[in-house]
């Protein structure tokens, strides 16, 4: 029995397993049941190593221990596997979250936050800058920027985007309207957005793209924040975003914006000419 190489990165990405564990596994799921040493010989793995990496996976949920002698090991099925380490996920998901919202009302964070503002302050309007990778870390410098508008914000952004978008950042919209800082969007608009559209198109203004592409947000005419890919093309973790503080081409991009506007359709009208109204 040929253990793939490929199925092991999988399972090792996956399962959040060592090369071991994702071996030892995979071996034990061919076999159905062995002995640490039938494991390590098929998984090709050295012998003094199969206790520990069984341990590990018997601690994981992956295995299970028989009673008697030799002993041998039997696997759990993929299915409870999965389940096991979601409910393993998600309760050290919850007790970071616990842990994180008594650091919110610590000394600490009062101690780090006069440290930044110390340093924010020394900081020139030209230095403002730098570049975001990844999503997640994209969409939490977004809604930095949103939570700190202060006049308007204009966002020109594709369908896939303007669908995480309205997902992730629905609250911080529905904030910026009870604070009356007007927000307006552009994005292609179909049957793929169209119910998200119609959930946000009374919160902000939205406007149909039509074949317009970019994604690209100015916050007061002052800040930019503007993805350089097509996130089509790149998976979520390579995706780059250049954030700048830059008045004069953040107020050119505005106007721009705004000569294109009288081109676009409003979402009401588009969404009843493409028959897309839910």
């Known amino acids: 029995m040929v253990i793939s190489e490929e ?49 590990s996976l018997e601690k994981k949920g992956f295995v299970i221990m028989k009673l008697g002698k030799p002993i041998k090991y039997l696997a759990v099925p993929p299915n409870e596997v999965v389940e096991r380490v979601k409910r393993r996920y998600e309760e050290t998901m919850s007790r970071r979250i616990n842990e ?23 900081i020139d309007v030209s230095e403002k800058s730098g570049a975001i990778r990844g999503q997640q870390n994209i969409i939490s410098h977004l809604e930095s ?31 910026l309207k009870e604070r009356q800082i007007p927000v307006r969007i552009i994005t292609p608009i179909d049957e793929g957005n169209a119910k998200y559209v119609q959930e946000l198109m009374n919160v902000v203004e939205i406007y149909d793209a039509g074949d317009y592409r970019g994604r690209i947000v100015t916050i007061d005419s002052e800040e930019i924040l503007m993805m350089l890919f097509d996130e089509k093309e790149v998976p979520s973790s390579m995706d780059v975003a250049v954030w700048l503080y830059a008045p004069a081409l953040a107020k050119f991009i505005d106007d721009m914006i705004e000569v294109l506007l009288p081109k676009l359709k409003p979402a009401q009208q588009s969404l009843v000419e493409k028959k897309l109204i839910i």
């Open 7 to 55: 199925l092991v990165e999988k399972i090792k990405s996956s399962f959040n397993l060592n090369t071991y564990e994702a071996r030892i596994w995979l071996a034990l799921l061919m076999k159905g049941v062995a002995t640490a040493g039938e494991l390590a010989d098929i998984a090709d793995i050295p012998r003094s190593r199969a206790y520990d990496v069984l341990e």
């Open 100 to 122: 994180l919202e008594k650091v919110k009302t610590s000394d600490l964070i009062k101690e780090l936050d006069a440290l930044h503002k110390s340093g924010a302050g020394s």
């Open 145 to 175: 920027m949103l939570k700190e508008a202060q006049k308007h914000v204009n966002i020109v952004t594709t369908q896939l985007t303007f669908v995480r978008d309205a997902i992730a950042l629905k609250p911080i919209f529905y904030e």
